[in-house]
């Protein structure tokens, strides 16, 4: 049975960082594209960033390029999300998921939430202004 916990979620101000972590469990964790998205209220969920090759290949929505790092250590199954120069405007539940894709992997497919198999309960981030 997959599991995908995250933690590190908070409330903290604009400018602030955060990390986030997702520990997985039940799959071959280095066989996976990790995924990180989120989701406001009333909003769809959003892709946020995406991690693939064990590390290797990594792709970020533009609002976040600059600002966030996605990495996993393979040795613990867990991939992280740090954050930082945190803004009022990612404010949202972050999720974590894991897509198994064959072939050759590109931007456009590791940020299709329609991809991603198996998915994490979520963490609240609030980043006051």
């Known amino acids: 049975q997959v599991q995908l916990v995250e933690s590190g979620g908070g409330l903290v101000q604009t400018g602030d960082s955060l990390r986030l972590s997702c520990a997985a469990s039940?799959?071959?964790?280095?066989?996976?594209?990790m995924g990180w998205f989120r989701q406001a209220p009333g909003k769809e969920r959003e892709f946020v960033a995406a991690?693939?090759?064990?590390?290797?290949?990594?792709y970020y929505v533009d609002s976040v390029k600059g600002r966030f790092a996605i990495s996993r250590d393979n040795a613990k199954n867990t991939v992280y999300l740090q954050m930082n120069n945190l803004k009022p405007e990612d404010t949202a539940v972050y999720l974590c998921?894991?897509?198994?894709?064959?072939?050759?992997?590109?931007?456009?497919?590791?940020?299709?939430?329609?991809?991603?198999?198996?998915w994490g309960q979520g963490t609240q981030v609030t980043v006051s202004s």
């Open positions: 998921a894991a897509a198994q894709l064959i072939g050759i992997i590109k931007p456009e497919t590791v940020s299709r939430t329609a991809n991603y198999g198996y």
């Open positions: 991690d693939w090759r064990s590390g290797v290949n990594s």
């Open positions: 039940g799959l071959t964790f280095t066989s996976y594209v």
